[in-house]
């Protein structure tokens, strides 16, 4: 009877972690990032070719940043935040479909695809998915996870020390060879997003997520449009 009960007690925990997360394709609660804040401004890389892959990304149907409304509440006070600072957010992508992840497994998977290795210099293109720069889940798929940087009320350059999805040591938000400049733009960003109610990660100085998402076990599906 034990063994029976233990044997059951197995698939019972399997079962959880594989229904543990959830595919959905509801979006009424997400909206666009200019439904909140009408001075950003956009480059959303996976609608064009200018990414890693080189290629335009599945599910990516408009250079539209969409993001759940409770992120997009939080976002705009630390877009307030900058505004008074003389600053504008530059976005690079927010609410990712999970067909478009699942597209960057596929081209990693890919050996006759090396797609464009300015992106990843000094790493051979296995390295993106076993070192976790690729996932394949990410926490863009559960819709509250920003990528952006700052740009001047003008709309000039400032200069964060490395561009966005460049999958190097350089791109960790405390990395040491940074300049003076270079690493106080850093935390200009920073300071504003974790201020505001979002956290930041280990490897990508442009990388935040809420902190209270709504949705912490929920990827969404739905095309960017």
Known sequence: ??????????????????????????????????????????????YSSNNFTGNKINGY????????????????????????????????DTYRPQKAVDNFVKWINDPNDNGDKTFYPNLEKSDLLEGQYIMEKSGHTRGSTVDLTLIKKDGSFVDMGGTFDLFSEISHPDY????????????????????????????????????NEPYPDTYFDFDVE
Do not use: C
């Open 61 to 92: 149907k408009a250079p539209v940043a969409y993001i759940t409304k409770e992120a997009l509440q939080v976002l705009s006070i630390a877009a307030d935040n900058l505004r008074k600072q003389g600053y504008r957010l530059l976005i690079w």
């Open 1 to 46: 009877m034990k063994k029976i009960f233990f044997t059951i007690l197995i698939i019972f925990s399997f079962t959880q972690t594989i229904f543990a997360s959830q595919i959905s394709y509801d979006k009424s609660d997400f909206a666009p990032v200019y439904s909140a804040i009408d001075d950003a401004v956009y480059d959303i890389r996976y």
């Open 176 to 211: 040491k060879k940074l300049n003076r400049k270079q690493k106080e733009n850093r935390k200009i960003l920073h300071d504003a997003m974790i201020n505001a109610g979002f956290k930041g990660i280990e490897s990508e100085w442009w990388h935040f997520t809420l902190k």
